[in-house]
């Protein structure tokens, strides 16, 4: 096991290239079940949750060639193997590969998901929607086996809220159901709309994706296909908080300033300046921070993967800042650790009022989970003396080389095993 030693007060200055978004190379790869023709995804990140998908998807049968940020996956052998325990406890996202197992093979065993411990994040949505298209469900032994043997039929799927994953599941499911399928309440998410132009360039036929209502026409098998994944919009906004919590300059090349319209309206409203420059995003803070209030919803609104790094922004911004949790209950493990770097933070239900001290001092820290890890760097960017962050695995689940990315921008970070 990692951790990482930060010795923090450095002004960070340079650029950062933005990666593809995890969030968006997940739900990709397992789209390739759908085909018996190579998809070929780039600008996939380096980072331990799409290996871990990439080991599920071997396990089905698919040969993945990887060649630096592209790796094309051929599903043309792919068996229906059962998605073991041991694979998908590592990361919720591995639940993404029963839709496609369904309505490719008429079957599929997956085991119930692991991942962050965030919260319930109920697999109820998915299995909706693949009853709707007319899959039976059941489930036993910490496993869902799902029986459509005689094929799936295109169906009116209303999500009771606009989840992501059951958006992702219930849209790559549909694109092989005889009929036209409607999703109703889908998840307006830039990954969700980046999934249904893959799905598209592999032949499906897909209208609305980015809107609360998506119509798929399925039943038509699906070719090959090669696809860009998106940028991440959540690494983005991580680096831009990084270069606001130092008092820096960063350029995120790669980074759109479109898909982080609530968090920069909210970096603004604290005092960041942010603007569009030809690679990207410029970040830059040269005056005080101020508290500001934000509450975390879906998309467009404030994202919850930025819910921790914000919240240590705001340890050092000027007056208060109430910060309201709507999406995940227990999204807030990292305040204990915060609060060891000397944070003011008071938790209140839901709700946590972070009141902005002077200045934070290093110290041990633990990370719980992947954003909470994240929060606790850049706190120990700006805290004085030396914070050993420790358990950094859940860090590398979803940044590709965070801690060489910040060293070239001028901070002072060691990598160390225990």
């Known amino acids: 096991m990692e951790r990482l030693i930060i010795r923090g007060g450095r002004r960070l200055e340079g650029t950062v290239q933005i990666c593809g978004a995890k969030n968006a190379a997940l739900p990709q790869i397992a789209a390739a079940l759908l085909s018996a023709e190579p998809l070929t995804l780039t600008n996939l990140p380096d980072v331990v949750d799409v290996r871990t998908m990439l080991t599920l998807m071997a396990h089905h049968g698919v040969v993945a060639e990887t060649r630096g940020a592209t790796v094309t996956l051929d599903a043309s ?9 041991d694979i998908v406890r590592r990361m919720r996202a591995t639940l993404l590969v029963l839709g496609p197992l369904v309505a490719r093979f008429g079957r599929a065993r997956v ?14 949505f998915h299995l909706k929607a693949l009853t709707a298209l007319g899959a039976a469900i059941e489930i036993e032994g910490g496993y869902i086996n799902a029986q459509a043997p005689d094929g799936l039929t295109g169906a009116r799927i209303v999500l009771p ?9 219930a849209l790559m499911t549909a694109t092989l159901a005889r009929g036209e399928s409607e999703i109703v309440n889908a998840a307006l998410d830039p990954e969700v709309a980046d999934l249904a132009a893959c799905l598209a360039a592999m032949g499906a036929q897909i209208e609305g994706a980015g809107t609360h209502r998506i119509l798929i026409q399925g039943g038509k098998s699906l070719g090959a296909a090669r696809h860009d994944i998106l940028p991440d919009r959540v690494e983005a906004g991580t680096y831009a908080v990084a270069a606001a919590i130092t008092g820096g300059r960063l350029e995120l090349t790669g980074a759109r300033l479109e898909h982080l319209s609530a968090v920069g309206e909210a970096l603004e409203a604290a005092g960041v300046q942010l603007w569009p420059t030809d690679r990207g995003l410029m970040v830059a803070r040269d005056g005080a921070l101020k508290g500001i209030d934000i509450v975390t919803e879906p998309y467009p609104g404030f994202p919850t993967d930025l819910q921790a790094q914000f919240m240590a922004l705001m340890t050092i911004a000027s007056g208060a800042a109430m910060i309201r949790e709507t ?7 990292h305040v ?3 609060k060891r770097l000397g944070a003011n933070i008071s938790l209140q239900g839901t709700s946590a009022l972070v009141r902005g001290v002077a200045k934070l001092r290093g110290a041990q820290v633990m990370a719980t989970d992947l954003r909470a890890s994240v929060s606790l760097v850049l706190a120990a960017l700006a805290a004085e003396g030396e914070t050993v ?5 859940h860090l590398d689940r979803g940044y590709e080389a965070l801690d ?15």
Do not use: Q
């Open 77 to 85: 052998k792919a068996t229906n193997a059962e998605a073991p325990y």
């Open 111 to 124: 085991s119930l998901p692991g991942g962050c411990a965030i919260g319930a994040r109920p697999v109820d």
């Open 161 to 169: 809220s606009p989840s992501v994953g059951a958006t992702e599941t």
């Open 327 to 333: 999406v995940f209950e227990s999204r807030f493990m």
């Open 336 to 338: 204990p650790e915060l």
């Open 389 to 393: 962050v420790n358990r950094v695995y």
């Open 404 to 418: 060489r990315k910040l060293v070239r921008c001028g901070a002072d970070i060691s990598r160390v095993a225990d």
